[in-house]
């Protein structure tokens, strides 16, 4: 079966640097997306992978490693706004997406 | 007013009742989605409308039908639900699928409560 996993909950203190890991296992592989979805909102696009490597955009960063299935959403300077939870989700060779249970992160100060 | 809108944003119902949720994009996008989300669990797609014409019906209890009268407009129509169906609804939008950067624009969805 297809599958992603990413961390239920992480706690990390504003102004800090946070890692959260995606691991896939999906019949093929047609790119990895990650959403951010505050508390009672819509859930927002934030980055899209389909190729190895690292993609940086202002205090975010996704990472992708194809061959191990696997990517990280990195955050940095932590600010109490980036509280949220975050959703992985990848297109498979059907184009259809895979969507990970979400990782809710909670910035202390 | 722009990207996706979803009315109602809260929504009680009893089992019997008869009720609609409906999902407005102005953004011109071609295709259109129902998404089940419930607490954490994966988003469940539903539903989805490409060019006004269902392309995906992911094994959905007939108790819910979707309609797509343009490529503006989606609706869910619910009718003796069970309590397991409550649940946050999301609609979305994408410019169309078939393509790997499919980036959806999600409305802030109904949170449906059955009792």
């Known amino acids: 079966g297809q599958n992603i996993d990413q961390p239920t909950e992480m706690t990390a203190t504003e102004g800090a640097i946070v890692q959260i890991n995606c691991t896939y296992q999906t019949s093929g592989f047609n790119g990895l997306f990650w959403y951010q979805q505050h508390a009672g909102e819509a859930p927002t696009f934030l980055s899209y992978n389909v190729l190895d490597g690292l993609e940086e955009k202002g205090r975010f960063s996704s990472f992708l490693s194809r061959s191990k299935g696997y990517s990280y959403l990195l955050l940095k300077e932590l600010q109490m706004k980036d509280s949220a939870s975050y959703l992985c989700a990848v297109m498979d060779s059907n184009y259809q997406l895979i969507w990970g249970a979400g990782t809710k992160l909670i910035i202390k100060p | 007013e722009t990207g996706v809108t979803q009315t109602p944003r809260h929504l009680v119902m009893g089992m019997t009742n008869k009720k609609s949720l409906k999902c407005e994009q102005h953004?011109?996008?071609?295709?259109m989605y129902w998404y089940k989300q419930s607490a954490k669990k994966p988003l469940e797609l539903m539903f989805v409308y490409s060019l006004e014409e269902r392309v995906e019906n992911n094994s959905v209890p007939s108790r819910f039908s979707p309609e797509c009268p343009n490529s503006s407009h989606l609706f869910l129509h619910l009718h003796t639900l069970q309590p397991e169906d409550s649940a946050l609804y999301l609609c979305?939008?994408?410019?169309?699928?078939?393509?790997?950067?499919?980036?959806?624009?999600f409305g802030a969805g109904s949170r449906l409560t059955v009792l």
């Open positions: 979305a939008s994408s410019q169309g699928g078939g393509s790997g950067a499919n980036v959806l624009t």
């Open positions: 953004l011109g996008h071609n295709a």
